[in-house]
């Protein structure tokens, strides 16, 4: 079945350095892909939706010029947590929408633990 | 506005017990999915099941059960004879719109604990 694979699992960064989150699509092609953000203990927000060779759509509240996203094709979105802080410091996941088969399960990746100290 | 409820922050069991995990939306769209997802404490998201909205037939999946009552806008999800492995935290969510796309409104989730 669709597999959405996503690297890496985890991440420890210095505050004011960039940290980049990639989201793979492993046997389809997505052409949109979700990026969420979970605190501890909260529920998962969306963050943006990625199109491929498009620009992101933002959530509202969601700073796009730090979070940035490129989905420069179509079985990779990767999100940049720019200048990150401590308080970026959450549990981000992805999923691709294999828009082909609208019968198929909503498949997420395993998710970013990250940290910034 | 969409909004996924799920009245239950936590809720503790013992082994062999049959839980049910409570789930409300609003939404003003007439075509809608709804899904159950898993997440353990290792973290990923494990799907379990996607009804849309004009199937209100109820679904047996093993131990794993779903009530769909669209009169009161709810999708209940019991457990039946629940197992330690069953803890986690299970997320409620709504998608809006004729296409089964990955737009979803979590609800705040239920930590379900089952005790031996």
């Known amino acids: 079945g669709a597999v959405v694979s996503q690297h890496p699992s985890r991440v420890i960064c210095k505050s004011g350095t960039s940290v980049k989150i990639e989201c793979r699509s492993l046997?389809?092609?997505?052409?949109?892909m979700f990026w969420y953000r979970q605190f501890p203990k909260q529920s998962l927000m969306l963050m943006a939706t990625?199109?491929?060779?498009?620009?992101?759509?933002?959530e509202q509240g969601v700073e796009k010029d730090k979070f940035l996203i490129n989905h420069a094709s179509l079985t990779l979105s990767t999100l940049t947590v720019t200048s990150a802080h401590p308080e970026d410091s959450s549990f981000y996941i992805c999923?691709?929408?294999?828009?082909?088969?609208?019968?198929?399960?909503?498949?997420f990746g395993n998710g970013t633990r990250l940290t910034v100290t | 506005a969409q909004k996924v409820t799920q009245a239950q922050t936590e809720i503790s069991v013992v082994e062999k017990e049959d839980v049910t995990l409570d789930c409300v939306y609003e939404?003003?769209?007439?075509?809608?999915?709804l899904f159950w997802y898993k997440q353990p404490p290792s973290g990923e998201l494990v799907f379990l099941i996607r009804?849309?909205?004009?199937?209100?037939q109820n679904e047996i999946s093993g131990r794993y059960s779903w009530n769909f009552q669209k009169s009161t806008s709810s999708f209940n999800f019991t457990i039946t004879a629940s197992q330690v492995v069953d803890s986690a935290v299970y997320f409620c969510?709504?998608?809006?719109?004729?296409?089964?796309?990955?737009?979803?409104?979590f609800g705040q989730g239920t930590t379900l604990q089952v005790k031996p």
């Open positions: 939404t003003r769209d007439t075509t809608y999915y």
């Open positions: 990625s199109n491929e060779g498009s620009k992101a759509t933002y």
């Open positions: 046997d389809f092609q997505a052409t949109t």
């Open positions: 969510a709504l998608s809006e719109g004729v296409s089964n796309t990955g737009k979803l409104i």
């Open positions: 999923s691709a929408s294999h828009e082909v088969s609208y019968n198929s399960p909503l498949h």
């Open positions: 009804r849309n909205s004009f199937d209100e």
